[in-house]
């Protein structure tokens, strides 16, 4: 399991104009805290420990909505890792978030991967 300065040092390093930009490190560790005690930061490491990919969610109670804040997947397999998980934790929810800048509904990449 990684560590908390593990998950830190990930973004920072692969950080890019699309994902935590303009957030500084005091930022990203806040935004890392609160996806934590959410339980909706979801990550994927190799068989060396090293961290390959991670989206950090937030999870919206009313509309049953599991958000994309931050997407560092890194590859389709680290996306469809996501998608599984949050889909097991939260059932009956929709994921969505920002894809080149408008809002998306994911439920047909979802019906494609399963």
Same mark, same amino acid.
């Given at each position: 399991?990684?560590?908390?300065?593990?998950?830190?040092? =990930?973004? !920072?390093?692969?950080?890019?104009?699309?994902?935590?930009?303009?957030?500084?490190?005091?930022?990203?560790? =806040?935004? !890392?805290?609160?996806?934590? &005690?959410?339980?909706?930061?979801?990550?994927?490491?190799?068989?060396? &420990?090293?961290?390959?990919?991670? !989206?950090?969610? @937030?999870?919206?109670?009313?509309?049953?909505?599991?958000? !994309?804040e931050e997407?560092?997947?890194?590859?389709?397999?680290?996306?469809?890792? =996501?998608? @599984? @998980?949050a889909k =097991?934790?939260?059932?009956?929810?929709?994921?969505?978030?920002?894809?080149? &800048?408008?809002?998306?509904?994911?439920?047909?990449?979802?019906? @494609?991967?399963?």
């Amino acid at each position: 399991m990684p560590t908390f300065k593990d998950l830190i040092d =990930f973004i !920072v390093a692969n950080k890019s104009n699309k994902t935590f930009k303009e957030y500084d490190i005091s930022q990203i560790a =806040f935004m !890392v805290q609160e996806a934590l &005690g959410d339980n909706c930061l979801y990550y994927s490491m190799d068989s060396a &420990g090293r961290i390959t990919g991670m !989206v950090l969610a @937030r999870v919206s109670e009313p509309s049953k909505t599991v958000w !994309v804040e931050e997407n560092l997947a890194m590859n389709m397999n680290n996306l469809k890792l =996501f998608v @599984r @998980r949050a889909k =097991f934790q939260f059932p009956n929810y929709t994921i969505a978030g920002f894809k080149n &800048g408008k809002c998306k509904n994911f439920n047909k990449f979802i019906e @494609r991967i399963n």
